[in-house]
C-alpha cells in the first residue's frame, strides 16, 4: 500500500466521522450532503448512515489513536 493511500483513507474516515457527528447534530440531509461533497456514492452513504452505534464504534476503533488526534 502506498503511504498515501493510507492517509487518504484516514482522511476520509475522519470524514466519515464527521458526517456521523453532523447527523447526530444537524440531521441526516446535512450528513448527506457533507459526505456528497467529498465523494461518497449514494449507495455507501446509505450504508454509513444505517450504520447502528456498536458498528460505528468498532469503525471508529479501528482508526489508530495517533492517527486519529493528527
Known amino acids: 500500500m502506498h503511504p498515501l493511500d493510507r492517509r487518504n483513507n484516514t482522511d ?4 466519515i466521522d464527521r458526517a456521523i457527528s453532523i447527523e447526530h447534530q444537524e ?3 446535512k450528513a ?3 459526505l456528497i ?3 461518497i456514492s449514494p ?3 446509505r450504508r454509513i448512515l ?3 452505534s ?3 464504534r468498532r469503525r471508529r476503533a479501528a482508526i ?3 492517527e486519529a488526534e493528527a
Do not use: C, V
Not at 476520509?12 to 470524514?15: D, H, I
Open 12 to 15: 476520509m474516515a475522519r470524514e
Open 27 to 29: 440531521g441526516t440531509l
Open 32 to 34: 448527506w450532503s457533507h
Open 37 to 39: 461533497q467529498i465523494g
Open 43 to 45: 449507495n455507501a452513504i
Open 50 to 52: 444505517e450504520l447502528d
Open 54 to 56: 456498536g458498528a460505528r
Open 64 to 66: 489508530p489513536l495517533e
